[in-house]
């Protein structure tokens, strides 16, 4: 079963970019990494989602390196209203749809 | 982008009561549904996969007399809790894929309280 391992917290102020890194050491050939944002009391919120390298979209990129045991989303220059929890999931290939324990960003003024 | 609906967005109910969750996928044909739980402060906890027109796939310790599940058609996953007790309270969440391991999109959540 892969597993993912993120910091289970991270704080920032407005302005600044945010670099979350996700171990994922048993990641399967065919899995993409995606990364989900979830604010209290709603359902998850696709971000992004990449397979190598790196993957750009108007909210957030994701760096993966060559061997894809990790992977970081950056947010640049964060907002208060970016204060969520971040969670990333393997998924695509045949790994449980588990999710692991998200990292809560707070962001600051 | 892909949208699921998910209704009600809160529901009280009493002890013993039976309880319907429902999740739809508005622009697409879902054949893989999920049903998930989460409580306070704790992550996500898939609960169930459902595909269309076939018996769900419900997780250890999930009990499947308990959490009915349904997934009729393409379009439609439901959700009943029944005999709801005050430790079902949780924050309840769909999501709704393609494929077994495709899901991307969730639904808005439900929040269940048992009094």
């Known amino acids: 079963l892969a597993k993912t391992t993120q910091p289970i917290s991270m704080d920032s102020y407005e302005g600044q970019e945010v670099n979350i890194t996700c171990s994922h050491n048993?990641?399967?050939?065919?899995?993409?990494i995606t990364w989900y944002q979830q604010f209290p009391s709603q359902g998850p919120r696709f971000i992004i989602q990449?397979?190598?390298t790196k993957v750009t979209n108007e909210v957030a990129s994701l760096f993966i390196p060559a061997d894809r045991k990790s992977s970081t989303l950056s947010l640049p220059r964060v907002s208060l209203s970016d204060t969520a929890v971040y969670y990333c999931?393997?998924?695509?290939?045949?790994?449980?749809?588990?999710f692991g324990t998200g990292t809560q960003l707070k962001v600051e003024l | 982008g892909a949208v699921v609906s998910q209704h009600p967005s809160r529901v009280i109910c009493k002890s013993g009561t039976s309880v319907k969750i429902e999740c739809r996928s508005l622009?697409?044909?879902?054949?893989?549904m999920f049903w998930y739980r989460q409580f306070p402060k704790q992550s996500l906890m898939l609960m169930a996969t459902?595909?269309?027109?076939?018996?769900?796939?419900?997780e250890q310790g999930v009990e499947k007399d308990k959490f009915l599940i349904n997934h009729a058609s393409l379009t439609l996953s439901t959700l009943t809790v029944t005999s709801a007790h005050p430790e079902d309270s949780s924050f309840y969440i769909c999501?709704?894929?393609?494929?077994?391991?495709?899901?991307?999109?969730f639904g808005q959540g439900t929040r269940l309280t048992v009094v």
């Open positions: 999501s709704a894929g393609q494929g077994m391991n495709t899901e991307a999109f």
């Open positions: 048993n990641i399967a050939t065919n899995d993409y």
């Open positions: 990449g397979y190598k």
């Open positions: 999931r393997l998924t695509g290939g045949g790994n449980k749809l588990t």
């Open positions: 622009d697409f044909q879902a054949t893989t």
């Open positions: 459902s595909n269309e027109g076939s018996k769900a796939t419900y």
